[in-house]
């Protein structure tokens, strides 16, 4: 990598042990919101033996240093050595106390980042370096101690005082100040370490695990939402259940702590037995909170909570091992979420942010394999590749060595680290020891980045009766990696007849035919397969299942697609194929569009989506999957050279297009659906409600939308249909929509969470007026730069989801945004970066747009002590 702006760049195979064992951390604060007081104790032991002497080596940022003794003696400056955020003591003896003392300033704290003030109560954000905000410490996961927390405060202002582990005593001290005691007895590293205290309000229930034990769940909000924690506690107790039957993992401590907090950089962090959530993932009320919001929130306390083995019991050695953690556990939320909900509906929408979020940040210039081999901020890799992409990794491990292998394997895993910070290595070892296998050609996923492509060809002789399949797989060079190898690809797939029945499929050297779907493994760059024996031209379907991360070129005739969208077996497949389909459709139009020829409707396109309006028997869910068009920014993935207006206009006339022809199933499907019964929180509900709003949404395009919006509006019972109502009068240019968001504002104007709806659904209006309400917006007393979900919701969502108003021809929104990047980075570097983040597909647009885009990368790059985190976004897009 080359030297940018970025600063200092840490590599993976620079990394060496600790020199010391740390036996036991004590920690004692004395809590303050303008200062807090930390006194900090540990144990070192040299690992090289006694007699030695060593240097210790310790992190801290932003600390005031009080006192610093070593085994009793008072350091003195000449003693250690303060550099880059670095305190070193030189020849330290092999067995030494280390005593220190300093102040923080949480109040002043808006990076949100170490201890930081949110509404009334202090709270702490430590993965993946904030730790070294609150006390000198090795902060870096590889090292693992027990740690006792005291914390000191005044009784009335801080009323619950909370750390992880055991509540081991209390006691109360003079001037109305209190004290508690935690006692955490599972060594762990410092990013997992958290504390919470403030006066906050308790949901509690219980859990009692497989082997008995007891186990208190305690939700904490602030007062007014307590009437909101329901289902995150009705899913944190599927969860536990959920885990000791699939992943025979119970639960280790006697108490679970969740806290929900307004300012979060993220979704929310998994420290032992004290969870802290963004409360986007704690809070739902049916009227509040959308179905989306929560299946989210079922997602994410599955997910914090399934960290707790494949995070915290095992834990990384390095950040470079991000993966092994993120994308294991990502693997479990989406396996959970699939065994609680319909997993055909889980998959397809987890397959669908892949290729949205992910293929694009694989092909651009931030493009890294899942387990990086550099970064100069690790916040800049909290990323769709390392989780989504990470995910699908062990999915493949899953794939190919079934259900039963995999959970050997993760036995294996357990028994050998449980206690320790090991690698994604360590994690491909266990699962090939314990079934036996070679894995080490698998593990070219760990280090190869980019998307590989599979062609594949065919071939059928009717004289012979045999089919021939051809795959060829490619990894085009990427921005960080010219070389690029064959990988593994698990084959999943089948061949249909031309009336959609499923082939009997009988390779060259077998004795029989098998009936349904067939495994095969790619290892090679090329690879041909024959069957025998097959009596009719099949139509392929490929890769059933997502059974691979690739792009799969095959050219499909629309009646091929057809077949597949009515009678695949496969739920994918079926997706799939009428996502093609549509985005046939949409660039074929959007070429017309480009040479100023009318622009028309593909018939088959209108055949198949008759198909899936009629269909009696699938999952409601299913089918509004099916009639969702491809995305804007997916469908601009897909040109060489992205045609903003083109593609708009193109998608649009579509839409447009399919709700006149279709108008009367819409309607008629619509209305089935609209039945007028009270609101539930049942799957079957929501995949009717998801139906009925993707039905709304087309007859938004036509002249019943706005009577039946309007209509849905007024006797919504639930935020899922009144936000689809709105959202449908907005962008049909409805005059009733300002009315509907005015009377939506003096509704909700004091609840933070549902004001971020209003705020999105403003700034997602496409166009290039939307500019001037989202700055507007930014004066609206709800709004508050300090805020992640504030930025996300007006300021993210402008930029990464309004693709007409953001890439306006005159760089207005562009603009925009770069002064938001820069005005963020001084607040907030880990939420710049993201938004930063908006540029990075910038050379992939025409001349004019790449100028004015690069002009803002240029200038954002010019700013004067810029952070880390967005140097490095920049720089990357900017070389
Ligand atoms: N450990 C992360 C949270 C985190 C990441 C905190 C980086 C600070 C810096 C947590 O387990 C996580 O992955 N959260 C996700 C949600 C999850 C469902 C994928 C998040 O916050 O987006
Ligand atoms: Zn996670």
Redesign the pocket.
């Known amino acids: 990598m080359k030297e940018g702006i970025a600063g200092k760049v840490i590599y993976r195979k620079d990394y060496t042990t600790y020199p010391w064992d740390i036996k036991q951390l004590d920690l004692h604060f004395d809590i303050g919101i303008e200062t807090t007081t930390v006194r900090a104790q540990m144990e070192f032991s040299l690992k090289q033996g006694p007699g030695t002497r060593q240097s210790i080596v310790l992190n801290g940022s932003d600390l005031q240093l009080l006192s610093i003794s070593l085994n009793g003696q008072e350091l003195t400056e000449e003693d250690y050595i303060v550099e880059a955020e670095k305190l070193t003591i030189p020849d330290a003896p092999s067995s030494s106390i280390l005593k220190t003392e300093v102040k923080i300033h949480p109040s002043q704290n808006s990076a949100l980042e170490g201890v930081y003030l949110s509404g009334e109560f202090l709270l702490t954000?430590c993965?993946?370096e904030g730790f070294r905000k609150i006390t000198w410490f090795p902060d870096r996961p590889d090292v693992m101690t027990t740690y006792t927390v005291t914390l000191e405060a005044d009784q009335s202002a801080f009323p619950v005082l909370l750390s992880n582990g055991n509540e081991l005593d209390r006691g109360e001290l003079a001037g109305g100040r209190h004290w508690v005691k935690w006692d955490d007895p599972f060594p762990k590293p410092s990013y997992l370490f958290a504390l919470v205290a403030g006066d906050l309000a308790l949901v509690e229930d219980h859990f009692t695990t497989r082997s008995g034990r007891e186990v208190s769940l305690r939700i904490y909000v602030e007062e007014e939402n307590l009437d909101r924690c329901e289902h995150a506690m009705e899913s944190l107790i599927n969860a536990m259940r959920w885990d000791e039957e699939r992943f025979d993992l119970e639960y280790d401590l006697n108490v679970y702590h969740i806290v929900a907090t307004n300012d979060f950089?993220?979704?929310?962090?998994?420290n032992k037995s004290l969870n802290i959530f963004?409360s986007k993932y704690v809070l739902a009320r049916p009227d509040t909170a959308t179905d989306v919001d929560f299946q989210g929130i079922e997602?994410?306390i599955g997910?914090?909570y399934f960290?707790n083995w494949t995070?915290n019991r095992v834990t990384c050695q390095d950040w470079f091992q991000l993966t092994l953690?993120?994308g294991l556990?990502?693997f479990r939320?989406e396996e959970f979420s699939a065994d609680m909900q319909s997993r055909a509906v889980k998959r397809i929408r987890d397959i669908r942010d892949l290729r949205s979020r992910q293929y694009p940040e694989d092909d651009g210039p931030m493009s890294h394999p899942i387990r990086p081999d550099h970064y100069s901020a690790i916040?800049n890799f909290?990323t769709a590749t390392v989780?989504q992409k990470g995910a699908t990794i062990i999915r493949m491990y899953h794939t190919l060595l079934g259900e039963d292998g995999f959970q050997k394997g993760m036995k294996l895993y357990f028994e050998r680290h449980d206690g320790q910070a090991v690698t994604c290595d360590d994690f491909l070892k266990a699962m090939a020891d314990a079934n036996d296998v070679n894995l080490d050609r698998f593990g070219r996923w760990y280090s190869q980045s980019g998307t590989p492509q599979v062609k594949v060809t065919d071939h059928y002789d009717a004289a012979t009766l045999t089919y021939t399949l051809n795959l060829c797989q490619h990894t085009a060079p990427t921005h960080d990696q010219q070389e690029k190898q064959a990988l593994v690809l698990p084959f999943a797939f089948g061949l249909l007849a031309d009336d959609g029945q499923e082939l009997p499929l009988q390779l060259e050297n077998e004795a029989a035919g098998k009936p349904g779907a067939r495994l095969l493994i790619m290892e090679e760059e090329q690879q041909q397969f024959t069957f025998i024996n097959i009596s009719e031209k099949p139509v392929p379907s490929l890769f059933r299942d997502f059974s691979a991360p690739v792009k799969v070129i095959y050219d499909y005739s629309q009646q091929q697609l057809a077949i597949l969208i009515a009678h695949d077996t496969d739920a994918f497949v079926r997706w799939d194929a009428a996502q093609r389909m549509a985005e046939t459709a949409i660039l074929e139009q959007r070429k017309n569009h480009s040479e100023n020829t009318p622009m028309s409707l593909d018939p088959s396109l209108v055949k198949a989506f008759r198909g899936v309006l009629s269909d009696r028997q699938a999952d409601p869910a299913l089918l509004s999957e099916a009639l969702i068009l491809p995305d804007e920014d997916y469908l601009a993935e897909q040109m060489d050279v992205v045609d903003v207006d083109g593609i708009h206009a193109a998608r649009c006339f579509v839409k447009k297009a399919l709700a006149n022809e279709l108008m009367e199933l819409f309607k008629q499907r619509y209305a089935e659906y609209n039945d007028g019964q009270p609101y539930q929180k049942s799957a079957q509900s929501m995949a009717r409600r998801s139906m009925k709003n993707v039905c709304l949404s087309y007859l938004q395009e036509t002249e019943v939308g706005e009577s039946l919006a309007s209509a849905q509006l007024s006797s919504s019972d639930n935020m899922t249909d009144t936000l689809a109502a709105i959202r449908n009068l907005i962008f049909m240019g409805s005059p009733v929509a300002e009315t509907a968001l005015a009377d939506f504002e003096s509704s909700w104007m004091d609840d933070v969470l549902v004001m971020d709806k209003w705020f999105i659904m403003q700034a997602i209006k496409p166009g290039r007026e939307t500019v001037d309400r989202v700055r507007k917006l930014m004066d609206h007393p709800a709004f508050s730069i300090q805020n992640p979900n504030k930025v996300r919701a007006l300021i993210g969502v402008f930029a990464m989801l309004n693709t007409t108003g953001f890439h306006a021809d005159d760089g207005s929104g562009y603009e925009f945004h770069a002064d938001r990047v820069i005005e963020l980075d001084g607040l907030n570097p880990q939420i710049a970066a993201r938004m930063a983040s908006a540029f990075n597909r910038w050379k992939r647009y025409d001349e004019n747009r790449k100028a004015l885009m690069q002009n803002q990368l240029q200038r954002i790059a010019s700013v004067e002590g810029l952070s880390a985190d967005v140097a490095e976004i920049v720089g990357n897009a900017l070389q």
């Not at 950089?265 to 998994?270: F, I, K, L, R, T």
């Open positions: 954000q993965e993946a950089n993220m979704g929310a962090m998994e963004n997602g994410v997910h914090e960290h995070g953690k993120e556990t990502v939320d916040n909290y989780y």
